[in-house]
């Protein structure tokens, strides 16, 4: 692979370090305690500060903005983080903020993640691998997005808000509360609507885990049961046996703001 290529007009601190065949476009602004992956290219007036790495192959489009400080007002400059995995996509005008000491100084997005223009990740997000936000979507400080959640157009999620795995949000949501993987859920205030059956056969899962994860959502969300008693019938069930259903009940075991319903 080729050596580093740096557009003149770009600014590029000594300090920084710049993997094989990354390209860095025009006017792009990179920081002292930047690290850029093999192969990783940086958009016209992209700027990115701070200690923040960018994983090979990714690509920062035109005018995002990553690693520069959080939006906390309790934030002092402590050299809090960023990392971004390999291959991901970040589109135009995008933010990503680095971490807090209090929120354990880092935010993360994973591998193969698609952040479309103008959304925004704030501080000690946790944004798994494979997700995609649409645009417009804005993660609050703190908020975990688990692996292949799709996040629709000009969402908003609330601080310390989860979205489990394989979720679903619709466009134009507003999230208070956490949103159980395999779900999909929309509104304002968000609602489960159902379960991500399309994304799930996307991904290869089982007709009878697909089955089994249904029941479960019936048991939760349609029974008119509480929820205690949901998951006692769930942990009484056959479904139990599947991971995928197991991995439901710990998510909820786990709720700190408690579950959409």
């Known amino acids: 692979m080729s050596e580093a290529s740096v557009h003149p007009t770009a600014v590029v601190e000594s300090a920084a370090q710049l993997g094989e065949?990354?390209?860095?476009?025009?006017?792009?602004?990179?920081?002292?305690?930047?690290?850029?992956?093999?192969?990783?290219?940086?958009g016209a007036?992209?700027?990115?500060?701070?200690?923040?790495?960018?994983?090979?192959?990714?690509?920062?489009?035109?005018?995002s903005s990553i690693g520069l400080p959080p939006q906390d007002l309790?934030?002092?400059?402590?050299?809090t983080r960023v990392e971004i995995g390999q291959r991901c996509q970040i589109r135009e005008y995008v933010s990503i903020h680095r971490g807090t000491p209090k929120g354990g100084?880092?935010?993360?997005?994973?591998?193969?993640?698609?952040?479309?223009?103008?959304?925004?990740?704030?501080?000690?997000?946790?944004v798994g691998d494979h997700v995609i936000m649409a645009n417009g979507a804005t993660l609050a400080g703190h908020v975990e997005i688990q692996?292949?959640?799709?996040?629709?157009?000009?969402?908003?999620?609330?601080?310390?808000?989860?979205?489990?795995?394989?979720?679903?949000?619709?466009?134009a949501s507003a999230v208070s509360m956490d949103v159980i993987p395999f779900a999909s859920a929309a509104?304002?205030?968000?609602?489960?609507?159902?379960?991500?059956?399309?994304?799930?056969?996307?991904?290869?899962?089982?007709?009878?885990?697909?089955?089994?994860?249904?029941?479960?959502h019936r048991l939760i969300f349609r029974s008119g049961l509480r929820l205690e008693q949901a998951l006692e019938s769930i942990e009484k069930d056959p479904i139990i046996h599947f991971p995928e259903?197991?991995?439901?009940?710990e998510f909820i075991q786990t709720s700190q703001r408690g579950i959409c319903r």
């Open 21 to 42: 065949g990354a390209i860095v476009g025009p006017y792009a602004v990179i920081g002292p305690d930047v690290v850029i992956g093999k192969g990783v290219e940086v």
């Open 45 to 63: 007036h992209a700027v990115i500060q701070g200690h923040t790495v960018v994983g090979d192959g990714s690509v920062i489009s035109s005018f």
């Open 74 to 79: 309790g934030y002092k400059g402590e050299p």
């Open 105 to 126: 100084g880092l935010t993360r997005v994973g591998d193969d993640c698609m952040i479309m223009a103008y959304s925004h990740v704030a501080h000690d997000c946790r």
């Open 147 to 171: 692996e292949y959640a799709v996040i629709g157009g000009l969402t908003a999620i609330h601080q310390f808000a989860r979205i489990g795995r394989h979720g679903f949000i619709g466009g």
């Open 187 to 216: 509104g304002n205030r968000t609602k489960v609507t159902g379960v991500n059956v399309v994304g799930l056969r996307r991904r290869g899962f089982s007709e009878e885990a697909i089955k089994a994860i249904r029941h479960c």
């Open 245 to 249: 259903v197991v991995s439901i009940l």
